[in-house]
């Protein structure tokens, strides 16, 4: 006979109604569930696109984060916490498995790491007691949480919390999800890849012009600028959904989930296009100037005042995002959830305006990309913590294993961040963002642009770029936070030493396949 344990338990529990059959408050109450205080819940959101610079909590001179301010009263706040990579790729997978992507090797658009860290990630190394369920409207993420799906209880499907989700393959094909969504952006024009059949590329484009402008229509009064979806403005959408709708679901799920239960939730909002909630829109109609910056090797020739522009609809989108914040915010004070929960906030990774550029998937790595918000709220906390030591997102899973004393793996790369180390802050440690895409898999990084930081300074290296190779940036980000200021020579003593920690990390991992054991 096979064993039937606990987490088999908890995971049918997850799927079946016996909990409504037995109790029917079950759905409004989280009474009905046994409670394990030995071990406290976890939840993580991630907003997508959210950088710490266009946050009020972090000094912006917007007031764009009011609810996340009032969390962080009674949270601790990470002051200089960046993402490991520069857009949701490499960003989250390094959430998810606690190492670089020069180690993970997540470094294209829809990409996934190396078979290893199928079995090596957050779902898989914490705690058989916990109870996982997992959710995102980024089809990129959705990607990364199939891959680690078996050792997730529940991953809800994209479709599930979508005004609509035009997509086969998140209907009838998750547990193939990379492949048949690739396949399918092959098949039908979603404004990333040509149609393999012209046919079959105008019907499909009549037909989601359709039903975008109808549901557009159908949500005019609350989102005059359309419906927030996944694509650009230019296309139909193939998905279309309400920030809402998971907040509400969120709060049913934090109520009457099995405990202790790990919950990770991806958000797409404030990702691009901004299309925010109506009574956010026009509210940083204002005077506030912006530097103009030096149009960079990478430029994409945008105009500052174009850039302003993209600017406030991005902090119109942050408005709306901490708004629908604060309505969970209070829903888990009310319902004391707060008590017996670890709430983690964070991103993947930031955004621009800057340079002439407007994306964040060109290989630059400047801190509006790079620095994003950390915000740890620990069960019961009753007063504000602040922490300026450097911190990266590989450091969220071994910080997640020490506070539930599961081992930290050898192989992590990351360190348990400092509230919750018994050593104090490592004030001299190197941190670092890789940006890779244009790089294979499976060779050595002969293309990409890697920085670290160490106190105050940030090194910039360009590597294998047509034109633009070899290339250093140094900054002093304390004295100069726009990075306007390149202090690189090849005989500066901190440029000589960050340097020769750059060119050590990647000698020793020019065989990425050694590191995945």
Known sequence: MNKFDRRDFLKLLGISPISFILNPNCFSSCECVTRNNNLPNILILVFDTLSAKN??????????????????????????????GNFTTPGTTS??????????????????????????????LLNDEYYSFAYTHNPMV???????????????AISD????????????????????????????????FPSASLFGSIFDWIRRINQNNDLDKQYKDLFPRGVPNYMDEEFPSFLKFILEDTIDWLQTKVQSQPS????????????????????FIDIFKDDLRFISKPEHHFTEFYTQEFLDQERSYYDESIAYVDAEF??????????????????????????MFERGIYTHTTPTLYEPIIHIPLLISIPDQQKRVDIYSPTNSVDLLPTILKINHTPVPAWIEGQVLPIFSNNNADLHRNIFAVEAKENP??????????????????????LGYENFSQVFELYNIRNDPEELVNLYTPDNPIAMEMKQIIMEQLSFNDQPLSRCQ
Request: glycine share 4%; hydrophobic share 35%; charged share 20%.
């Open 260 to 279: 202790p239960y790990l919950g990770y939730i991806h958000m797409l909002p404030p990702h691009g296009p901004y299309t925010t909630r109506r009574n």
């Open 142 to 156: 959705y990607i990364l949480l199939q891959y680690f799906r078996k050792n997730i209880d529940r991953l809800v």
């Open 95 to 124: 959430i998810l498995t606690g190492v670089y992507p020069w180690s993970h090797r997540a470094l294209q658009l829809h990409s996934q790491p190396l078979k290893c860290y199928q079995s090596q990630n957050l779902f898989s």
């Open 441 to 462: 898999k499976h060779v050595p990084l002969h293309r990409v642009t890697i920085t670290t930081l160490r106190e105050e300074y940030k090194l910039i290296y360009y």
């Open 326 to 351: 604060g309505r969970l915010y209070d829903f888990m004070v009310k319902n004391h959830v707060l008590e017996d929960t670890y709430v983690i906030v964070t991103a993947d990774h930031g955004e």
């Open 55 to 84: 946050m009020s909590l972090y000094g912006y001179r917007r007031g764009t984060t009011p609810n996340f301010e009032r969390f962080a009263q009674k949270a601790t706040v990470f002051h200089r916490h960046y993402a490991a």
């Open 161 to 192: 919390l979508c005004l609509i989700s035009d997509s086969f393959s998140d209907k009838w094909m998750t547990y193939d999800y990379k492949t048949a969504y690739d396949a399918e952006l092959l098949l039908y024009r979603n404004g990333y």
